[in-house]
């Protein structure tokens, strides 16, 4: 709550000074609240609020705070199912639904994986200072095999540990721990 709305010096025991929060930081930009199904309900309130207003209170603050920001929000929960449970607002849902988009799972989209492949091979290789160039036909049709349980982040994590790790010119199969293979991530770990 502090990191979205700041905080008065004061408010609670470390508020040492007055803090702004993400909410004023993005005063006429785009504020990201990504897995907002996970939000606790009273927060879900305090967003709606901001939705319909377009203002807030910093924590432990007396004023209104007027803002003019648009609000993106992403969630990998059945926001809908949700709202029938009862565990979702329905007013915050109908608020944020403006624009839905739905992003397909990894495994619903692998035309994708070659490219993003070839971008995190990039990425982490300037980020390590590794000579990798690309990845061998053999490593990417394993790459394209894989279920990706844990879409975009898993593959993302998959490229980071491997360039991290590795010492090569090209991403070869071998370089390559997926799912109950990546260290630490087999039974009884």
């Known amino acids: 709550e502090s990191e979205l709305f700041g905080h008065e010096k004061g408010a609670f025991t470390d508020a040492r000074a007055r803090k702004q929060g993400l909410l004023e930081m993005a005063v006429g930009g785009s504020l990201f609240l990504d897995e907002i199904g996970e939000m606790s309900p009273g927060l879900q309130v305090k967003i709606l609020k901001v939705l319909e207003d377009m203002s807030f209170r910093r ?22 199912r949700m709202v029938a449970e009862g565990k979702f607002r329905e007013d915050l849902y109908y608020r944020l639904m403006v624009v839905p988009i739905r992003m397909p799972a990894l495994r619903e989209r692998r035309e994708d994986i070659p490219l993003l492949a070839d971008h995190f091979v990039a990425t982490f290789s300037k980020s390590f200072r590794k000579r990798f160039r690309g990845v061998r036909p053999q490593a990417l049709a394993k790459l394209l095999e894989y279920p990706w349980p844990g879409n975009i982040r898993e593959l993302r994590n ?32």
């Open 59 to 80: 924590v432990g603050g007396t004023r209104d705070i007027n803002v003019t920001v648009r609000i993106i929000s992403a969630t990998n929960q059945d926001l809908g």
């Open 158 to 189: 998959v490229f980071e540990r491997t360039i991290l790790l590795e010492d090569a010119e090209f991403v070869e199969t071998g370089h390559l721990k997926l799912g109950v293979e990546s260290p630490g991530m087999g039974r009884g770990s």
